[in-house]
T-cell receptor
Framework: QKEVEQNSGPLSVPEGAIASLNCTYSDRGSQSFFWYRQYSGKSPELIMSIYSNGDKEDGRFTAQLNKASQYVSLLIRDSQPSDSATYLCAVNQLKAAGNKLTFGGGTRVLVKP | GAVVSQHPSWVICKSGTSVKIECRSLDFQATTMFWYRQFPKQSLMLMATSNEGSKATYEQGVEKDKFLINHASLTLSTLTVTSAHPEDSSFYIC????????????????FGPGTRLTVL
């Protein structure tokens, strides 16, 4: 079992719709969770951080965390073609020295006009 | 805030030569920096954790004598790919972790723009 799992996609979403991305993790000791956006040929860009159970909203993005289910998700509202990218889920595992991040394989999102 | 730069953005070199990549945190201090490698259509692979003033910690399978890391100051880490070969061609990305806990309470890592290495 991978430590951080994501559906690779592609997730095809019509423009203006909601894109829903899911991520599960195996280490119950994980404390911080991140969503990065990566455009093709570019480096990852941090878009959301979440620490506590529940929802956290920032603009069109909402991150949801459920530690009991070991599940973190990202919702993108009013999806735009510019949201087309690969979204990486990352987990900060306390047990790992140096606060290393473990990344999922990424979900590719395609927003169609 | 939280800007990380890398230099060069791309480099082409001959097999057998060494290449140095610089990673700088521009507006914050970073005791810890990380070096990743990413092959096409794959996710990020952590190579090593760079600690200011001490030796780097390498991930399993990463040759420390081939990938030399120096973290000389709180804003600069360098990765040197020694005796590069075509299989080392990849996208190398560094990240820095902000030590300003009040500003970044989640130990966020901020990534540099990456360096694309092509070894002929």
């Amino acid at each position: 079992q991978k430590e951080v799992e994501q559906n690779s996609g592609p997730l095809s979403v019509p423009e203006g719709a909601i894109a829903s991305l899911n991520c599960t993790y195996s280490d119950r000791g994980s404390q911080s969770f991140f969503w990065y956006r990566q455009y093709s040929g570019k480096s990852p860009e941090l878009i959301m951080s979440i620490y506590s159970n529940g929802d956290k909203e920032d603009g069109r993005f909402t991150a949801q965390l459920n530690k009991a289910s070991q599940y973190v998700s990202l919702l993108i509202r009013d999806s735009q073609p510019s949201d087309s990218a690969t979204y990486l889920c990352a987990v900060n595992q306390l047990k790992a020295a140096g606060n290393k991040l473990t990344f999922g394989g990424g979900t590719r999102v395609l927003v169609k006009p | 805030g939280a800007v990380v730069s890398q230099h060069p953005s791309w480099v082409i070199c001959k097999s057998g030569t060494s290449v140095k990549i610089e990673c700088r945190s521009l507006d914050f201090q970073a005791t810890t920096m990380f070096w990743y490698r990413q092959f096409p259509k794959q996710s990020l692979m952590l190579m090593a954790t760079s600690n200011e003033g001490s030796k780097a910690t390498y991930e399993q399978g990463v040759e420390k004598d081939k990938f030399l890391i120096n973290h000389a100051s709180l804003t600069l880490s360098t990765l040197t790919v020694t005796s590069a070969h075509p299989e080392d061609s990849s996208f190398y990305i560094c990240s820095a972790r902000s030590e300003a806990q009040g500003l970044h309470p989640y130990n966020e890592q901020f990534f540099g723009p990456g360096t694309r290495l092509t070894v002929l």
